[in-house]
């Protein structure tokens, strides 16, 4: 296999004219040069025959390429959608996810029906749907111009129980309808919605998802999902929208900003001499493990107390690592849907990012009470500022025109300590991803992330929590230096609870 990579140099002075890098210029010195791989290294991509080969011999083979558009077109008074301000706030990339599912039925004609379905379903929904049919036009503004949706499909070399008795994290990319690496992915970010069909010579199949962070949050994700497969099920556009009902209020009630910079995000990262070399590992909390976790966490919940032991051994892991004289704190930043904090409440199936982030929790490794039930005790107290007091003063219009101040006092924040580490977490606990997938042909046999070990600056020091096929376990997916990643995996504590990239095809219990 050849390997080629190409170092990217970009003036620091002209990153606020590229609107799609990352969708945010905040650390000019961070985005000044650093390494990527270019699309043409996507694992031994060939143009010619369509197939791409990684290390362990997976080949996957792409068979068509087509955009799927709505049904009916989008009427000419919802031709441009205004983005919320929290939407300004989250950069342009991708949230990956890969949903597979195995042939109960070993007939090739249920899967070439199976094939029609998705796109059939697809193009019925996005009616409902219509920003997503659309394409990103600037940081404030969709162009709802019924373009579709970016549509693959594929076939893979492998039975699909064969591939999950032993997931290879980096391969899982494979499933997905661009490399996370690619440089047409960080450049050519105009896409909503982009999927992948890829079927398996046992007739599996695996779906996988990039939706845009421009425009969803991860609850958003999963109402389109539903929505999805809800038509897939023969449900009528009717039915599906007055049980589904997908919401664009969030607009109305977050106002954009037009004086906010392109540059200005939620997502801010320290001055790095240079990028360090990412690590992937999926740990596994099973439900028992859960329930004895969250005793010893004194934990309202299971996200929290899987949260704050995870963080405790990162830290761990990091002051192992670097063994200096200096004292490095860390600073946890979790993101928190508001929908269900509002009073009254949001529609739960409201689209966009909905979301905001906790004051930043800090903790010191050598800090005396740096005990489980302490760290989560400061990281559930910054869940609970999010509350209805703190969204009413959001939706105030003063807010929108003071984020800039806001984020500005954040950096702040950071800048006061130059030996800092930043650890973000995201969750898709309790979304019902699992259920809401189901197209007619049962749940998924796992729902996993797609980026593993992915060159990407916004994916240093990243926690993604997942639901396991039970609903009782949570999978982390955790990102790290390949240093502190050695560290991590080997921790004593957080194996007592955690298994390390079990197969799917065992139980979660």
Request: aromatic share 8%.
């Amino acid at each position: 296999m050849v390997v080629a990579k190409k170092i990217l140099y970009i003036d620091p002075n002209n990153l606020c004219n590229l609107p799609h890098f990352m969708g945010l210029s905040v650390n000019h010195q961070f985005f000044a040069r650093f390494s990527v791989s270019t699309l043409s290294n996507n694992n031994a991509y060939n143009e010619t025959t369509g197939k791409r080969i990684d290390q362990t011999g997976l080949q996957v083979e792409i068979i068509s390429k087509e955009n799927i558009k709505p049904a009916s077109p989008t009427p000419d008074h919802l031709r441009t959608y205004d983005v919320s301000v929290l939407d300004q706030l989250l950069p342009n990339i991708y949230m990956p996810f890969v949903y597979f599912y195995p042939n109960n039925h070993q007939i090739n004609d249920h899967l070439k029906f199976r094939r029609q379905l998705l796109k059939r379903s697809l193009s019925e929904i996005l009616p409902s749907f219509y920003p997503l049919a659309g394409k990103v036009k600037n940081n404030r503004q969709i162009d709802c111009n019924d373009d579709g949706v970016y549509y693959v499909e594929a076939k893979v070399n492998t039975d699909l129980s064969d591939f999950l008795k032993q997931p290879n994290l980096k391969s899982i990319h494979k499933f997905l309808p661009m490399d996370p690496n690619s440089l047409e992915l960080l450049f050519s970010q105009t896409y909503l919605v982009m999927i992948q069909v890829t079927v398996f010579d046992c007739g599996g199949i695996a779906i996988g998802l990039y939706t845009s962070h421009k425009i969803m949050d991860g609850s958003s994700h999963a109402t389109f999902l539903k929505a999805w497969a809800a038509a897939a099920h023969g449900e009528s556009s009717n039915s599906i929208v007055e049980n589904i009902s997908p919401s664009f209020i969030s607009p109305s009630i977050f106002p954009s900003n037009p004086a906010l910079p392109e540059d200005a995000t939620l997502v801010w990262l320290p001055p790095l001499s240079k990028p360090k070399k990412r690590a992937t590992k999926r740990f596994l909390f099973g439900s028992s493990s859960i329930i004895n976790l969250k005793k010893k966490a004194a934990a309202p919940s299971r996200v929290t107390a899987v949260t704050g032991l995870l963080w405790k051994c990162v830290m761990a892991a990091s002051k192992n690592n670097y063994c200096d004289p200096v004292i490095r704190s860390s600073i946890l930043l979790m993101l928190v849907n508001l929908r269900d904090k509002s009073l009254p409440p949001m529609p739960n199936y409201s689209i966009g990012n909905i979301i905001w982030t906790t004051t930043p929790t800090k903790c010191i490794p050598c800090d005396d009470d740096l005990e489980l039930d302490s760290i989560v005790q400061r990281l559930q107290n910054a869940i609970d500022e999010i509350n209805s007091d703190f969204i009413e003063k959001m939706k105030r219009e003063e807010f929108s025109l003071k984020v800039g101040e806001l984020l500005h006092e954040m950096r702040k924040f950071y800048l006061d300590d130059q030996n800092i580490e930043l650890m973000y977490v995201t969750s898709m606990c309790n979304t019902g991803i699992y259920e809401a997938a189901d197209f007619g042909w049962g749940n998924p046999i796992w729902v996993s992330v797609g980026n593993a070990d992915a060159d990407h600056p916004l994916l240093a020091n990243v926690v993604m929590l997942m639901d396991t096929r039970s609903g009782k376990g949570i999978e982390a997916w955790v990102t790290l230096s390949e240093e502190e990643m050695a560290v991590l995996e080997k921790d004593p504590e957080l194996l007592a609870f955690a298994s390390s990239n079990p197969s799917p095809l065992e139980t979660d219990d």
